[in-house]
């Protein structure tokens, strides 16, 4: 259909958001390391992806505030669903090949739960673009992140 002027439809698209959301909170809890933090997919939408995470003691530092790559794996999980949220065509492999985050505001109180935001900014042939946040309970931004996903597509 492309090759008509007619372009492709995204996989959330074609099998719509409730069916997508499904799948990825599926995905998500088949992985060991989300499966430990508690991590959950909110919503997802083309190109965006929301995720909670409630705080443990486990994920304290010695300086009494939330570790950095506890924020760190929330938001690389939020923008890559985000991204993944745009796959056309066959199925590919795709990772991050980059992510720069800035940590804006600690986040001392392990009692609550945060949110991450991804959004895909771009998708093409062998990038996609993406950016997220993370906010407390009272919705205080507290790390802003900037990354790149390498996309392989089958031969």
Known sequence: MASLGIPAMSLIQKV?????????????????????????????????CEMQLPLREEFVNDRNTVQGTILFALL???????????????????????MKINFIKAVRKVNQTIKAN??????????????GEVYDEAGDLVAKALGTIAILRPK
């Open 118 to 131: 991804g959004r895909a900014l771009h998708r093409g042939r062998s990038t996609a673009v993406v950016e």
């Open 16 to 48: 719509g958001e409730e069916v997508f959301l499904h799948r990825a909170r599926e995905i998500t809890a088949s992985q060991p390391l989300f499966s430990w933090l508690g991590a959950s997919i909110v919503s997802v939408s083309e190109g965006y």
């Open 76 to 98: 690389e999980a939020a923008t890559f669903v985000a991204s993944r949220t745009l796959v056309k065509g066959k199925a590919e492999m795709d990772f991050h090949q980059e």
